[in-house]
């Protein structure tokens, strides 16, 4: 069983919708990670988390510590949205020693 | 603007050749991570550095060799030994301490001719 499972593995939605990706995991953490992998291959960093929840414009991230799950919000979809999200969990020694879930591959149609 | 170079994109390998990836950073972080990425998987952690001179394996190491002899940058090689090269390399820094996000670079494709 992977440490960081991820669902749905794909995803479509049409634009304007109400998205939620969750993440699950089986290893003490330090830290969550969410990513953004654009079709290009190159990650952005969208959120950090060890607890509670994070808003930045329409993407919102939540961690429930007790239950080791995470989701990723997005609010009002949108094509430039389509890409790969990635969870990641970091636990004790150096943080950059990240466990990452295979992703999900988001599709907004217009 | 600060950020992470890797080079080249796209790089073509013939068997039995050993061949060098590039990963510089101007964000003056302190670690740098290479990461390889195949289909349909997560990330995986080839070496890691938090300091100059000073490196470790991560979980797939066998096959790659790094250097880190400047704090701006952290080549990795891809030796002959590896036997599956075919991927897609991802280079990240970071600040050490508690809370600090990672940077990750575009990626280079590495494809054997």
């Known amino acids: 069983k992977n440490e960081v499972e991820q669902s749905p593995q794909n995803l479509t939605a049409q634009e304007g919708e109400f998205i939620t990706i969750n993440c699950s995991y089986s290893?003490?953490?330090?830290?969550l990670h969410w990513l953004q992998q654009h079709p290009g291959g190159g990650i952005v960093s969208l959120f950090m988390l060890s607890s509670g929840k994070k808003k930045h414009g329409r993407l919102i991230a939540t961690i429930n510590i007790q239950e080791k799950h995470s989701s990723l919000h997005i609010t009002a979809s949108h094509p430039r949205d389509s890409a790969v999200y990635i969870c990641?969990?970091?636990?004790?020694?150096?943080?950059?020693?990240?466990?990452f879930g295979k992703g999900t591959k988001l599709s907004v149609k217009p | 603007d600060g950020g992470i170079t890797q080079s080249p994109k796209y790089l073509f390998r013939k068997e039995g050749q050993n061949v060098t990836l590039s990963c510089e950073q101007n964000?003056?972080?302190?670690?740098m991570y290479w990461y390889r990425q195949d289909p349909g998987q997560g990330l995986r952690l080839i070496y890691y550095s938090q300091i100059v001179n000073d490196f470790q394996k991560g979980d797939i190491a066998e096959g790659y060799s790094v250097s880190r002899e400047k704090k701006e940058s952290f080549p990795l090689t891809v030796t002959s030994a590896q036997k599956n090269p075919t991927a897609f390399y991802l280079c990240?820094?970071?600040?050490?301490?508690?809370?600090?996000?990672?940077?990750f670079g575009d990626g280079t494709r590495l494809s054997i001719l």
């Open positions: 290893v003490g953490i330090s830290a």
């Open positions: 964000l003056n972080h302190d670690a």
């Open positions: 990240a820094s970071h600040y050490t301490g508690v809370g600090q996000p990672q940077h």
């Open positions: 990641a969990v970091g636990g004790g020694g150096s943080q950059g020693n990240l466990i």
